[in-house]
T-cell receptor
Framework: SQKIEQNSEALNIQEGKTATLTCNYT??????LQWYRQDPGRGPVFLLL?????KEKRKERLKVTFDTTLKQSLFHITASQPADSATYLC?????????FGKGTSLLVTP | GAVVSQHPSWVICKSGTSVKIECRSL??????MFWYRQFPKQSLMLMAT?????????EQGVEKDKFLINHASLTLSTLTVTSAHPEDSSFYIC??????????????FGEGSRLTVL
């Protein structure tokens, strides 16, 4: 069966450090992978999309890598800030629908 | 940017009653809308895909007679939870993909509706 696995344990880091979140998947052959941010009690917000032929994608302080051999994507936030505290979701297309991992909760402390 | 509005943001109802949740795309046409459900600390689970002018496609295990979906226009889809029971209490989130499909293929999400059934 298809699985999207994200580290369920919360990630606590100090402000200014780089946060790295992992997304592993099985039984998908994705043309692209997406990352979303979700704040408590809110709907997810799209952050980045990376295609299968792209090794790395950057947007401001965000960087995403995509290794289709390892079936893994890494999501980095550099110079993290307390405002970056949220749950980050990895998402993959299956047919017409977008499936999500459980997300990893990030807490950035001053 | 594309905005999806969901209403109500929270609702409390008695067991056995029906609740309707609206999802509107405010500044774009959404030929397809998706309804997700999210339990605490769980991932978003796709319930159904709503296509304008046709019947919704439900995911396995989702009762279509209990979760009625109507997508009557390019900007509005509704989810009605019929005869709600406490186990239906959850966070319901709609999303839409703009038409024509954006190059990024991203989904735009509503703010979610928290349903509590007493």
């Amino acid at each position: 069966s298809q699985k999207i696995e994200q580290n369920s344990e919360a990630l606590n880091i100090q402000e200014g450090k780089t946060a790295t979140l992992t997304c592993n998947y099985t039984n998908y052959s994705p043309a692209y992978l997406q990352w979303y941010r979700q704040d408590p009690g809110r709907g997810p917000v799209f952050l980045l999309l990376i295609r299968e032929n792209e090794k790395e994608k950057r947007k401001e302080r965000l960087k995403v890598t995509f290794d289709t051999t390892l079936k893994q994507s890494l999501f980095h936030i550099t110079a993290s800030q307390p405002a970056d505290s949220a749950t980050y979701l990895c998402a993959l297309i299956s047919g017409y629908a977008l499936n999500f991992g459980k997300g990893t909760s990030l807490l950035v402390t001053p | 940017g594309a905005v999806v509005s969901q209403h109500p943001s929270w609702v409390i109802c008695k067991s056995g009653t029906s609740v309707k949740i609206e999802c509107r795309s405010l500044d774009f046409q959404a030929t397809t809308m998706f309804w997700y459900r999210q339990f605490p600390k769980q991932s978003l689970m796709l319930m159904a895909t709503s296509n304008e002018g046709s019947k919704a496609t439900y995911e396995q295990g989702v009762e279509k007679d209990k979760f009625l979906i109507n997508h009557a226009s390019l900007t509005l889809s509704t989810l009605t939870v019929t005869s709600a029971h406490p186990e239906d209490s959850s966070f319901y989130i709609c999303s839409a993909r703009s038409f024509p499909v954006a190059n990024t293929g991203e989904l735009f999400f509503g703010e979610g509706s928290r349903l509590t059934v007493l």
